[in-house]
Nanobody, 120 residues
Framework: QVQLVESGGGLVQPGGSLRLSCAAS????????MGWYRQAPGKERELVAQ???????NYADSVKGRFTISRDNAKNMGYLQMNSLKPEDTAVYYC??????????????WGQGTQVTVSS
């Protein structure tokens, strides 16, 4: 069974940094796109950043220049480096990945989410 587990969230002051990690485990043959989404209270879940297996990256306009997405294909890991954090970045951050799993095929998976709170 494939699982995605996020880590690295927490409380940080405005202007600070956090690094989120996403670990994929299970009978994984390959991982296609990996992405980070976030959902603030009372708002819809939104895409923050996405990276394809070929390395193509896109960011939400609100995080361009501040956040950096990366992945380590050998370790089945994804990362989101968040710098210059703002209070409006406060949300639950979710890892998402399209994974080709053995005996399952290609499917879309979500992590359980990690809370990021930016506050003084």
């Amino acid at each position: 069974q494939v699982q995605l587990v996020e880590s690295g969230g927490g409380l940080v002051q405005p202007g600070g940094s956090l690094r989120l990690s996403c670990a994929a485990s299970g009978s994984i043959f390959s991982i296609n796109a990996m992405g980070w989404y976030r959902q603030a209270p009372g708002k819809e879940r939104e895409l923050v950043a996405q990276i394809t297996s070929g390395g193509t990256i896109n960011y939400a306009d609100s995080v361009k220049g501040r956040f950096t997405i990366s992945r380590d294909n050998a370790k089945n890991m994804g990362y989101l480096q968040m710098n210059s954090l703002k209070p409006e970045d406060t949300a639950v951050y979710y890892c998402n990945a399209e994974i080709w799993a053995l005996r399952v095929g290609v499917d879309d998976y979500w992590g359980q989410g990690t809370q990021v709170t930016v506050s003084s």
